[in-house]
């Protein structure tokens, strides 16, 4: 079997709450060893429940954080709620140079800064619910938020929605394990794309340089 080095990939997930990406993320970086979950670098204090280097990578100081912003060094970055988050850019770089492939479960603006940085590397994906009854359905069976706070996530999902325009691919996920396939058949494809091949050049070169007799 011929296998030829190829540089790894940046498949990025972003919906609405609600619309199945943080299980369609999990079951893939799972399943698939070829792929793994990057992990932001975030302000925040650590939960009793998360792992340091498995959830986030805590960092204790906030200016330690804006220097690596201010310094080009994140990929991509937000301050929610008192809080920063960001994408450190080296640990990706080096992933795709060995052809690994990363995976981003973020929004719509992460997945922006990203792509203006990194176009040619990004496979964007937007997950959509089959409907806003469903999405409310979901939010609630969920048991997690007030309903104030699901009237606010409904609202926020409007907007996130108006974004899918921007994104290479639009699964709507009415089935999770159909919607599942299709996400394995899109990693599946863009893995295999002419410009990923960086032996390819040379395996050609060498296919013509050949004599048959």
Same mark, same amino acid.
């Not at 979950?37 to 498995?54: C, D, F, M």
């Not at 959509?128 to 997690?144: D, G, I, Q, T, Y």
């Given at each position: 079997?011929?296998? =030829? ?13 609600? @619309? ?116 409310? @359905? ?32 639009? =699964? ?34 060498? =296919? =013509? ?5």
């Amino acid at each position: 079997m011929i296998e =030829l080095k190829r540089r790894g990939l940046l498949l990025i997930l972003s919906s609405p709450s609600g @619309a199945g990406k943080s299980t369609l993320t999990r079951n893939l970086v799972r399943e698939d060893r070829g792929i793994r979950l990057s992990i932001s670098v975030t302000t925040r204090h650590k939960r009793p429940s998360e792992i340091n280097g498995v959830h986030y990578n805590f960092m204790e100081n906030v200016a330690d954080f804006e220097e690596m912003r201010d310094r080009g060094e994140l990929l991509e970055w937000a301050h929610v709620h008192e809080n920063y988050y960001g994408t450190p850019r080296k640990p990706v770089e080096h992933a795709l140079t060995r052809g690994e492939d990363m995976m981003f479960d973020i929004d719509w603006q992460g997945t922006k800064q990203i792509v203006e940085k990194m176009r040619s590397d990004v496979v964007s994906v937007f997950i959509l619910p089959p409907s806003m009854e469903e999405l409310k @359905a979901r939010l609630e069976r969920r048991a997690e938020d007030t309903p104030e706070v699901i009237a606010r996530r409904l609202r926020n999902a409007r907007e996130e929605i108006a974004q899918w325009a921007s994104y290479d691919y639009v =699964l709507i996920n009415d089935d999770l394990d159909r919607t599942y396939g299709d996400l394995k058949a899109i990693l599946a494809a863009e893995r295999l794309r002419r410009e990923r091949q960086v032996e390819l050049g040379g395996f050609i070169d060498g =296919l =013509l340089a050949a004599s048959v007799k």
